[in-house]
């Protein structure tokens, strides 16, 4: 059998390299390829996990609908449960969305370069993807964009907020004055980082019908093996959601540990507040180096072109760090997940080690 016509023409996302799961002694490993925390998820997580696996009944498919969680997702979102669905990842949300509420055939703008994968999603149900560039440093020129959608009327538009990989954070109110224009285009705002910058257009979402907002636990939560994720509309677009979605397919450990982690909001803003704060010394170190030109990131990463990144790469693995190359999207680019001050501290002595092997003698 063969694969239908949009799988067989499509470019896969492409993920990080296998081989860090390959290495047997992963204790002094500092992985900052994929944007995970760096630190295990609250010690709530764990006796939630342990008491869940001697006293819940695993035999029974998962809860469909976790009165709880999306209680304290509520709270925690400041919007009605109506407005709130949960899936098995946000990568998974845009899965339904794109399914839900596209047609192959019909457009998608994204805001590139981002996140590849929901590019991939797209193209792998027939969507045709357009692409609308941000400048060097990774800002939007709202102008040029509200053209580009004058001209294309793209039937979604695809933006990460703030954007992967170069960390920028677009600006609400620009992006809230073309939502209103351009009523029928759906706008999806992936915010998987939002913890990291504090700014949403959330809570606009209970109210605009052409508006889907998408988080993720992956990240800030420290829940990235768990793959659960959620997202936030008007009750109508939850609705049709749901019309497709498979309530049992939230596994019971990922609910679990995703209600304790909500009942331990400061264990999460203590690892992210741990996060800026490294995040503001590693950038104050790239400056000190030469051959390094590093975004301003409103996240819990940074964007570096480098001119020998290869090299930098497997120089950086030589020492157990791993960092995601990301050439296959913008030639002589990598990008740096930021860890506690003390991981990101070790990551300063290699990059200087090899900047001193890579001056001339």
């Not at 470019?11 to 296998?18: E, G, V």
């Not at 039937?155 to 920028?168: E, K």
């Not at 497709?244 to 982690?261: D, E, G, V």
Request: proline share 5%; charged share 20%.
């Amino acid at each position: 059998m063969q694969p239908n016509n949009f799988i067989q023409t499509l470019k896969p996302y492409i993920p990080i390299a296998h081989k860090i799961w390959e290495i047997q002694d992963q204790s002094n490993i500092i992985k900052l390829d994929w944007n995970e925390s760096t630190l295990p998820p609250s010690p709530k997580v764990f006796s939630a996990l342990q008491h869940a696996l001697q006293n819940d009944k695993l035999h029974w498919y998962p809860n469909t609908k976790n009165q709880k969680l999306l209680n304290l997702l509520s709270t925690y979102t400041e919007l009605p449960n109506e407005c709130i669905e949960i899936f098995a990842s946000s990568d998974c949300v845009h899965e339904f969305i794109l399914q839900v509420f596209g047609t192959a055939g019909e457009s998608v703008c994204i805001i590139a370069p981002t996140y590849d994968n929901f590019r991939s999603s797209a193209q792998g149900r027939g969507l045709e993807t357009m692409f609308f560039y941000t400048d060097e440093s990774g800002h939007i020129n709202w102008e040029t964009l509200d053209s580009f959608l004058e001209s294309n009327q793209p039937n979604m538009l695809y933006l990460c907020n703030p954007n992967n990989p170069t960390g920028t954070l677009h600006d609400i109110a620009s992006l809230q004055t073309l939502i209103s224009r351009y009523v029928n285009t759906l706008f999806i705002i992936d915010e998987a980082y939002y913890e990291f910058c504090g700014i949403s257009i959330a809570k606009r979402a209970q109210n605009t019908e052409n508006l889907i907002v998408t988080r993720t636990f992956s990240k800030a939560f420290g829940l990235a093996s768990f793959r659960i994720g959620y997202c936030l509309s008007t009750p109508q677009n939850i609705a049709a959601l749901n019309r497709l979605r498979n309530p049992k397919n939230i596994p019971h450990f990922s609910q679990i540990a995703a209600i304790a982690a909500l009942e331990d909001i400061a264990y999460m803003q203590a690892y992210v507040k741990e996060v800026l704060e490294a995040r503001g010394e590693f950038l104050k170190a790239l400056d000190s180096m030469q051959g390094f030109r590093a975004y301003r990131s409103q996240a819990n990463f940074i964007f570096l072109q480098c001119d020998k990144v290869d090299e930098l790469c497997v120089f950086l693995e030589s020492n157990n760090i791993f960092i995601r190359n990301y050439t296959h999207i913008l030639p002589n680019h990598c990008r740096i997940s930021i860890g506690t001050k003390e991981q990101m501290q070790e990551v300063v002595k290699s990059l200087q080690i090899f900047c001193k092997q890579d001056m001339p003698k």
